[in-house]
């Protein structure tokens, strides 16, 4: 009897992490519980695990809590102990109240990433419960709501296995590595009723994550059809796709594509299909010769750094449409770049992002409502900051610092900053929003509030003062401070370095300002070189890396961010890299494109300092004639085009 009970012990505790196994995953909350989240996405980054898109899938975080707990064991209890909910038949896995006081004339701005509601709602409450029959069926109920507005966010079926899971119902959408600011799709709208079948168990030695889905949008009265409007509920599809080749290092692809609604037609599966896969035929007349499809896209990568201090650095580059005729080429382009560091001085928690994007984001000239569910965008919170329809390009910054009290519970600061451009017909302010919150555990709940303070874009005050309760069975918030981080980027077993660049570099450009003017070239043309980024060592002979790197080029400033940065050592000092990336031109109005090139290295001429030569190529980065002294517009053509080729010689001090 003792071996029995011992073997049913050893059962019992091995029930959690096969929970899921081979069947359907529960899926964790996104921007409903910002204290458990952050500690799970805490784990993640100690485990090697990129995070690409959300909401995560618990089965996911179950995996990866056994390498994490070698780092901190602490946070992986509580994560742990979190996680229970999910492993029964039925349960209750979340539930939140909220009441709040409110004022100011800009308290009705829309509360960034909360499903779309505004800053001046007295309460808001969600709740999610599950029933799971067995291992490939999975029925939960949730809803969000708030003053205004109930949506029925996490409420879906899910059928499936590991590999193929179908889900049927009110699925969130979050695609970015960014915690703060996805281009595509995010939870700054309400959450739209979808068909999706995506996978967490990652495929071939490649690691592919692919996630596909089919949504219909709220409806709109204000799709063109011909001279006239017709009202209808657009359709929107989305793709996503990403590989991680080595452990801590991911790369992804993203699309969506908005089309059909009321007379307009075209809501069938050949119709979601064409578009997605095929961005050319997205844009072609299917209705009196006109335009009706509505795409976005962008490329994004994730590097995690193992070293004393860990941290994740990663990027997003997007478009809202393509450039040129050519699929490769992103038309309006944005660019944002983040680094998270999940663990500081043992007790503090940073994130530091920043986004800047160019004009006509969120606006089309078919769909007059734009990329939006019930008046709110579906993907980054400044398109909620400005008038209504208004395609104004602007740049925003976020700054979130989390700690771990040393008397119990977790203090979270955060500022968020965003400014639209000038040149359009509106005169817009400096967009501010401060916030700190404090919760901590009390018996079977989770007790807190925060207070947020800022100003609109119009240049209105508003402040918010909020209280919630929030359900914690099995206590997955802890009061306990977490253990030091073990580990040294020292050690014989070094897994990666840090790095920094100066040099020099020589240029020269190619312009061609509109379409009935001639191409020119310039003159070759010195300037300056700095670069910073880091590198993971993924084999005994290769590196895979992310990068920042600034410019003098013909007098202006260029901003390289290297999405792939790849490396091949010799056995011999030298080594050979290829990179691919985006490129910001600093111009009166900021200029995007593609990056890429090469170069050679010798390394440790002195112990810890390398020479290099990079060739690079800036490929068609574009601006849109926007500015009283820009060139003519020539037919459809509205912007102007830059090909840079440079080449740099920079000495290197890796850490």
Known sequence: MKRVGSAFCLLMLELPATAFGGGVTPYLPLNLEPEIESQIERVLIL?????????????????????????????????????????????????????????????????????GMQENSHWDASAQVYWQPNAYMLVDA???????????????????????????????????PMTDSSMLMSTEAPTMPSVTLSNYRPLTRFGLHYELFGARMSESHRIVLGDGLTSGHPSLGGFHLDAEPASGWSIGVNRLFQYGGGALGGNSVSRLFSGL??????????????????????????????????????????GEDTSRGKPYLLGNSALSVGIHFPRLWQHFDLTLESSEWQNLWYVHSVYLDGMTNYGRVTGNWFGDQRVFGDGIG???????????????????????????????????QHFRDVSLGYSRPWQSLIVGGQLDAGRD????????????????????????????????????????????????????????????????????????HFAAGARRFVSDHSDLGARLEVDDIQSHNLLGVRLLDYRYRFHRPLALSIFIGAAR????????????????????????????????????????????????????RTDSFYNILSTTLSISRHF
Not at 394 to 403: T, Y
Request: net charge neutral.
């Open 277 to 318: 896969f095929s961005p050319s035929a997205g844009n072609q007349a299917s209705v009196a010769n006109q335009q009706v499809g509505n795409q976005e896209a962008s490329i994004t990568s994730s590097l995690l750094f193992p070293g004393r201090v860990p941290f994740a650095i990663y990027f997003e580059y997007a």
């Open 394 to 428: 602007g740049r925003s910054q976020m700054v979130s610092l989390g700690w771990e009290a040393p008397f119990g519970g977790q203090f979270l600061l955060r500022y968020r900053g965003l400014q639209n451009q000038t040149y359009g017909q509106y005169s817009y």
């Open 47 to 115: 485990a090697d695990k990129p995070v690409m898109t959300r909401p995560i899938a618990a089965a996911t975080v179950l995996d990866a809590l056994s390498a994490a707990r070698k780092i901190d064991p602490v946070l992986c209890e509580r994560v742990q102990r979190y996680l229970d909910r999910y492993t029964h038949t039925a349960g209750i896995t979340h539930g939140s109240v909220e009441g709040a006081v409110s004022s100011g004339k800009g308290a009705n701005t829309v509360d960034p990433n909360r499903y």
């Open 585 to 636: 031109y600093n111009l009166p109005t900021p200029a995007y494109g593609l990056y890429y090139g090469a170069g050679l290295q010798w390394r440790n001429v002195l112990p810890g300092w390398d020479v290099g030569v990079d060739l690079r190529y800036a490929d068609t980065v574009a601006r849109d004639h926007l500015l009283p002294g820009d060139p003519p517009n020539v037919g459809a």
């Open 457 to 528: 874009v119009f240049g209105a005050n508003f402040t918010r003062l909020s209280g919630f309760i929030r359900y914690n069975e099995g206590g997955g918030l802890a009061s306990s401070v977490g253990a030091a981080l073990s580990g040294s980027d020292d050690s014989p077993d070094k897994q990666g370095e840090v790095f920094v660049d100066v040099g020099a570099n020589a240029s020269r450009q190619s312009i061609n300002l509109t379409a009935n003017v001639p191409r020119t070239t310039g003159p070759i043309k010195p300037g300056y």
């Open 142 to 176: 949730g809803a969000v709501a708030y003053e205004g507005r109930t949506n029925f966010s996490g409420s879906m079926v899910s059928l499936g296995f590991d590999f193929a899971q179908l889900d049927i119902g009110f699925r969130p959408h979050w695609f970015s």
